[in-house]
């Protein structure tokens, strides 16, 4: 099976512009949560999707957003961009809810905010 | 919610040595902790997991052990190879219900074993 995909891997923006992320899931996997990387704060949850509802949702502002849709494809958007927004942004797949819940992760998106 | 600490942030060790990764978590509710294996620029990938039934998990040159009453687990390589130098994250979640999913992850420690 292909692992979890994300698009694009490198993406430049400036302060103010806003940016969608994409994240394809492993083939039947249903779960996907996206993950904020950086080298002061490592991995923080951001939000979490299952059968196009967000389930939970980590400590971050409202400009940062995401949607699922029925095939479980993901996307992510961070609007009104801020220089501290600059990080790898990461999903992960998991293939039900419960206590299987082993999560892969895809490649991320390393966002640069100039 | 639930807080993560991992030590020490970094650890180098001579090839062949063995290295212990130390994790606690605050949350007494947690019962699933994965941990990941994360090279310089690449994803994070799981070596290993432990859920709260059980207080002890090997996978060949890797184990896991949880104490849950002090509320720690610990990552252990055995016999370590240059291979082995990476980022390793502990993390720690609720096995089912509403919070299934959000892993909270410690902040890191850089393994380097040295030749």
């Known amino acids: 099976k292909a692992g979890v995909t994300q698009t694009p891997r490198y993406l430049i923006k400036t302060r103010g512009q806003q940016v969608t992320l994409s994240c394809s899931p492993i083939?039947?996997?249903?779960?996907v949560s996206w993950y904020q990387q950086t080298p002061g704060q490592g991995l923080q949850f951001l939000f979490e999707?299952?059968?196009?509802?967000?389930?939970n949702k980590g400590n971050f502002p409202g400009r940062f957003s995401g949607r699922q849709f029925s095939n479980s494809r993901s996307e992510m958007n961070v609007s009104t961009l801020e220089l501290g927004d600059s990080a790898l942004y990461l999903c992960?797949?998991?293939?039900?809810?419960?206590?299987?819940?082993?999560?892969?992760f895809g490649p991320g998106t390393r966002l640069t905010v100039l | 919610g639930e807080n993560v600490e991992q030590h020490p942030s970094t650890l180098s060790v001579q090839e062949g040595d063995s290295a212990v990764i130390k994790c606690t978590y605050s949350d007494s509710a947690s019962n699933y902790f994965p941990w990941y294996k994360q090279e310089l620029g690449k994803r994070p990938q799981l070596i290993i997991d432990i859920r709260s039934n059980v207080g002890e998990k090997k996978d060949q040159r890797i184990a896991v052990t949880l104490n849950k009453t002090a509320k720690h687990f610990s990552l252990h390589i055995t016999e370590t190879q240059p291979e082995d130098s990476a980022v390793y994250f502990c993390?720690?979640?609720?096995?089912?219900?509403?919070?299934?999913?959000?892993?909270?992850f410690g902040k890191g420690t850089l393994l380097t074993v040295n030749p």
């Open positions: 992960a797949s998991s293939l039900i809810r419960g206590e299987r819940g082993e999560q892969f």
């Open positions: 993390a720690a979640s609720k096995g089912s219900g509403g919070s299934n999913y959000k892993l909270t």
């Open positions: 083939s039947g996997h249903r779960s």
């Open positions: 999707y299952f059968s196009e509802t967000q389930r």
